[in-house]
C-alpha cells in the first residue's frame, strides 16, 4: 500500500497572512495630514512579522515532531 505524506497548511497559512500583511501595508501607504502627523497602517508591519515567525516556528516544530515519531517506528 503507498502511503500518502500527510501535508499540514497551517504553517503555509500563517506565512501567506504575514505576506498578505506586508503586501497590504504598501498597498495602503502612508499619508501626511494637514497637521503634520504621518498616517500609516503601522500595526500591519509587527502583525506581519508575527505571522511570519509562527509560521516558520510551527513548521519547523513539526519537522522535528515528524522527525522523531519516523525514527520511532
Known sequence: M??????????IILIGLGLCCFVAF?????????????IE???LVPIGFI???KGILFGVVLFV???FRKRQN
Not at 26 to 38: F, H, M, R
Request: proline share 9%.
Open 26 to 38: 504598501n498597498i495602503i501607504g502612508s499619508e501626511i495630514a494637514p497637521d503634520g502627523t504621518l
Open 51 to 53: 505571522f511570519i515567525f
Open 2 to 11: 503507498i502511503e500518502m505524506k500527510k501535508i499540514n497548511y497551517v504553517p
Open 41 to 43: 497602517p503601522f500595526a
Open 65 to 67: 515532531w515528524g522527525w
